[in-house]
């Protein structure tokens, strides 16, 4: 049991760091029933939310699944700090209700893969806003400029002339002040996030919190294109707010090899029941349009329900069947006027034209992908494409 | 009287940032009597102050002549922060009690110099110490990470990869937030300050104060050596806490060139005094001996009294005068034993034998440096070091 848990949590992951703690943490709980906390960090704005984001939300879900409390962090202080050269344009100053109202919003799509019951829904301005100059400086104390400019971003900035602001500086700090506070014993957050997260690690060990967290970080996710990181800019992602048809659609476009990716990012179903999936479509028992469906269904009733989502396949079915022409299509001509029942008979379309004209009565006729209502119509010359039912099909040349 | 006290102003100055600000407020005390504020800021560790820390007094006094409060600031917030890792043993968190007294002594010195009634003690943990991380925050974002590491002492330590903690970047933002909070006219400093000096201009400007200070920086005072800078450590100090005698014959044992420098940035007397002093010397009218005393008296009487560096200047004298022996003695020699007014007279010294006894009753004659007391002495063989008053010398051997 233990050990599907870990595999589960490790499922996906980029990177951990401390894996043993995590071990430990769900031995305590397997064993004596005692929760434990995983802390992610979400920024007070409020963005459209794609499938991107929700790789780690899927994860804090099970860890939920699995003992953790979630310290859903908002990190609402630094966006209640104005900048008094009024030079930061792009930093917008937020109010508390601001914050809050973005929020709501935000945990409104969460809440739709997340336990609201084992979640913490916590605002770091609670404590970072009473947090004194003085305590910052002693906080910054721990930490080198030197050691500062190895982050990666910082690094590259420092090297092409591109200003850092030395309040950026702190923000590293802060984050890690964050998991002091809280005294996580998990954190997770996104590969980018590697020098924050372990900066909580250090602050822990610095402030004397005996168990320091362990850290996981979650890839980013490829967008439907399967190369680039699913972006908004890029128009490569599925929104969680997109209508289910729009949901639907989006994830029957993606690559099979990108699918069995989202399968381990996004889906609820077991590493065990994915595997079963992997099999049988290898071996020929499956077809992959078939799992990707169940994939499309999975992800739309998530942000929506079932029966939208149900609703969603049977439309996107109905659609996409009008371009279900097969390539190979007989061709035939004959002199015109000709009668439809006529006609669909010579192109042994019909095995006769009473049974034509049943047919064209139930709507199972089309012509140039138009349902057929007049049983009596007579075609004049030109080219036609009859379609009987969802599979049988004939180019007719009329002269 | 403008032009007067701004030349006493620019007087020694290593370099000064906005003059023309400086004289604006000259000219609107002298005309209008408006005061204007200079800061200056000093640890709140009690060092032994020694001549090298006062020419910045000496600077803020002669302001205070014209017109100035000074703004006397105590840098007690850092001295109050903690080191959470107790990694930096070589800061000691002092308490608000600690400082005041450290100030207490450091003021005692202080006000020998400065005019208390002008002058404003102030603490800037005062400010600081209600400020906010978030406060803290806004302030950093003036300044760019690259800019600061522009600074000497930062820059060195970071290309030779000495530990520089990024709370040491705060420190120069709170110094230069001082005179934004302080809205000083002008700030003055070391020129080892520069950069902190021209932070508080700066931040000044971004937090919307009309005016910026001006700046004043002092040159750092030579040592007694005249070479390297004064400091305990080089042992090349005159304390200000030194007893009388020992300051007296420091402020002697200079050189004439240094005596200047001295003079120019230790001394209340006018660049005109000090001009006539120079042209009396160079021809000749004066000896330079006299004129170091003069300052070693002045220097003496400032942090004693007039009387103490009187005494100090005599008992100089008595002991100093023993080794003013002349390097060009006329030699003589004798066959002994010899009575002492004949050997007197025969060595020249003495127009006559009793002109020589009379001498020798009033104590005015010495044998090797020491008084004769008796009249009747009789050298047999040797070498003697004859004297007579405090100028006449001469050698003799006795055969």
């Given at each position: 049991m233990i050990d599907e848990a870990l595999r589960e949590i490790n499922r996906g992951c980029a990177e951990i760091i401390d894996n043993e703690r995590i071990e430990k943490l769900l031995k305590a709980y397997f064993q004596e029933g005692k929760t434990y906390t995983v802390k992610a960090g979400f920024d007070p704005t409020a963005p459209d939310l794609h499938l991107g984001h929700t790789v780690l939300l899927q994860k804090l879900a099970t860890f939920q699944k699995y003992g953790a409390r979630v310290?859903?962090?908002?990190?609402s202080f630094t966006a209640t700090?104005?900048?008094?050269?009024?030079?930061?344009?792009?930093?917008k100053v937020l109010s508390k209700e601001d914050i809050i109202k973005n929020i709501e919003s935000y945990t409104t799509q969460a809440f739709k893969i997340l336990d609201e019951s084992k979640t913490d829904i916590v605002y770091n301005d609670d404590w970072l806003g009473k947090m004194s100059a003085a305590d910052l400086i002693a906080l910054a104390s721990n930490l080198t400029v030197a050691r500062m400019l190895e982050r990666d971003d910082f690094s590259k900035r420092f090297k092409t002339n591109v200003a850092i602001a030395?309040?950026?500086?702190?923000y590293p700090l802060l984050q890690g002040y964050d998991s002091v506070y809280l005294k996580s014993d998990i954190e997770i957050g996104g590969t980018d996030q590697k020098f924050n997260l372990l900066m909580g690690r250090q602050l822990q060990k610095v402030y004397n919190i005996k168990k320091q967290q362990a850290i996981l970080m979650m890839p980013i996710l490829e967008g439907l294109d399967g190369v680039q990181k699913m972006s908004k800019s890029l128009g490569n992602y599925i929104g969680v707010s997109d209508e289910p048809n729009d949901m639907f659609g989006k994830v029957l476009s993606i690559s099979d090899e990108l699918m069995w990716r989202y399968f381990e990012l996004l889906s609820d179903k077991s590493l065990d029941e994915i595997a079963a999936l992997e099999r049988a479509v290898k071996e020929g028992k499956l077809h992959p349009k078939k799992v990707k469906e169940d994939l499309a269904l999975e992800i739309t009733a998530r942000f929506h329900d079932k029966e939208a989502a149900q609703n969603a396949k049977e439309e996107f079915d109905r659609i996409h069947s009008k371009s279900q022409i097969p390539n190979d299509i007989s061709e035939f001509s004959c002199e015109g006027p000709i009668w439809i029942a006529k006609a669909l008979v010579d192109c042994k379309m019909e095995p006769s034209t009473s049974q034509a004209r049943r047919d064209i009565k139930q709507g199972g006729v089309k012509i140039d992908q138009k349902k057929v209502s007049d049983e009596k119509l007579e075609l004049s010359s030109g080219e036609y494409l009859l379609q009987v039912g969802k599979r049988k099909f004939a180019k007719l040349k009329v002269k």
């Open positions: 310290q859903f962090l908002i990190g700090i104005g900048d008094p050269t009024g030079k930061n344009a792009t930093r030395t309040s950026e500086f702190m």
